[in-house]
């Protein structure tokens, strides 16, 4: 089953498989966001996190640090995975047979349960940040 590139057609209204897919593809980012730096920053704690990204030579990544950023992508991502749940149970209590209502509350499931352990484990570690996104390690470091 290659899903791949291809639009899903959950139910035979556009407007509600645009949004279902929409809602799928959306709560990946946030949350592989939090996840990554959430792991970083308890690895490496808070400037090491940014000062190992540095080090890699991608600073395109460095975004990700802001616990603005990580709320902002989380609070999409959580959305994303209400809407999914809440469509697909209306979908399930309109037609109790239908496989597909089953599928969205599936996938909608999984991203809840995922969340629920990663949200409390993940959060941003409190304490001193550097003002910007571009203040890394020193120069010697670099």
């Known amino acids: 089953m290659a899903l791949a590139g291809t639009f899903?057609?959950?139910?035979?209204?556009?407007?509600?498989?645009i949004l279902?897919?929409?809602a799928f593809i959306a709560a990946v980012?946030?949350?592989?966001i939090w996840t990554v730096w959430g792991i970083r920053e308890r690895r490496r704690g808070v400037r090491g996190a940014l000062?190992?990204?540095?080090?890699r030579g991608q600073?395109?990544?460095?975004r990700g640090w802001k616990p603005s950023t990580r709320w902002t992508g989380a609070w999409i991502s959580l959305g994303a995975t209400a809407t999914l749940l809440g469509f697909g149970a209306a979908l399930r209590?309109?037609?109790?047979?239908?496989e597909d209502a089953l599928g969205?509350?599936?996938?909608?499931?999984?991203?809840?349960?995922?969340?629920?352990?990663?949200?409390?484990l993940c959060?941003?570690?409190?304490?001193?940040?550097?003002?910007?996104?571009?203040?890394?390690?020193?120069?010697?470091?670099?």
């Open 123 to 142: 959060r941003p570690l409190p304490g001193p940040r550097p003002e910007h996104a571009t203040q890394g390690p020193p120069d010697e470091d670099r």
């Open 20 to 22: 279902l897919n929409l």
């Open 29 to 32: 980012p946030g949350l592989g």
């Open 51 to 55: 000062e190992h990204e540095w080090k």
């Open 8 to 17: 899903i057609t959950f139910t035979d209204v556009l407007w509600q498989d």
């Open 93 to 98: 209590a309109a037609d109790p047979g239908d």
């Open 104 to 120: 969205v509350l599936a996938i909608g499931g999984i991203y809840a349960v995922i969340w629920a352990v990663v949200l409390p």
């Open 59 to 62: 600073p395109t990544t460095l």
